[in-house]
């Protein structure tokens, strides 16, 4: 079975190699239709501290690490490829 992956902003770094990752979604009310945004927030492990509030990571399962962190941080390497922000190349003077 895959490994899910999950993309959210860092709003916690308080805890040792930890980690808490707000993930935002847009869901279709079954009712009226309409579609609204649901959060949820996982504990993360980080082994380097390396993420600080307000970065926007990526997150995969894995096994139970502690009682509450069963997320892992996605490599460095693998997060800055797939994470980019678009900038515009050519710039008018």
């Known amino acids: 079975m895959p490994r899910r992956i999950l993309q959210g902003t860092v709003v916690s770094d308080k805890a040792d190699k930890t980690i808490t990752v707000l993930?935002?979604?847009?869901?279709?009310?079954?009712l009226y239709k309409k579609y609204i945004r649901t959060s949820k927030k996982y504990a993360a492990h980080d082994e380097k501290n390396s993420r600080k509030i307000g970065?926007?990571?990526?997150?995969v399962e894995c096994a139970p690490i502690s009682k509450s962190k069963r997320w892992a941080l996605v490599s460095n390497e693998d997060t800055a490829k797939k994470i980019k922000p678009k900038t515009n190349?050519?710039?008018e003077n």
Request: without cysteine; aromatic residues 0%; glycine residues 0%.
């Open 55 to 59: 970065d926007v990571v990526q997150i």
């Open 89 to 91: 190349k050519t710039e």
């Open 23 to 30: 993930v935002e979604r847009r869901v279709m009310h079954p």
